[in-house]
């Protein structure tokens, strides 16, 4: 997914909404199009991303419009694969999908009490 997040040419905030969640809960690699350092900032939080299969460089260039010029080369590398080619690609990325799917519904700030309380009634 090429996901446009809101404020992304913001560089003071972290600002992630429900379209990146939606990605790692439909196992999306997700080109992230925001502000810097939001790749540093999940993998600090535990999720996986997805270097090498892409190249998570543009993370870390403050200027937008630069930023946004080394994600479409991405985006274009994509595009010349075959399709043999990016499912091969979409495949090798499995464990990070499956991964970062399991993080979320295990340990998110939302679906962690939820999970919690299963337990409970687990116990009853």
């Known amino acids: 997914s090429y996901l446009y997040e809101s404020y992304a040419c913001n560089t003071k905030t972290i600002y ?20 810097p350092h939001t790749i540093r900032y999940l993998k600090e939080r535990g999720y996986k991303t997805f270097s090498p299969y892409i190249d998570e460089g543009y993370d870390e260039i403050e200027n937008y419009d630069l930023r946004s010029t080394v994600l479409l080369s991405e985006v274009n590398k994509l595009c010349q694969m075959t399709k043999t080619q990016l499912l091969n690609w979409y ?9 970062n799917y399991t993080k979320y519904i295990e340990e998110d700030i939302i679906t962690k009490p939820i ?3 299963k337990k409970l009634y687990g116990l009853l």
């Not at 495949?91 to 991964?99: A, P, V």
Request: glycine share 0%; charged share 20%; with cysteine.
């Open 91 to 99: 495949e090798r990325q499995s464990d990070t999908l499956i991964y």
């Open 16 to 35: 992630l909404t429900e379209k990146f969640w939606k990605c790692v809960l439909n196992f999306h690699p997700t080109l992230l199009v925001t502000h």
């Open 115 to 117: 999970n919690e309380i």
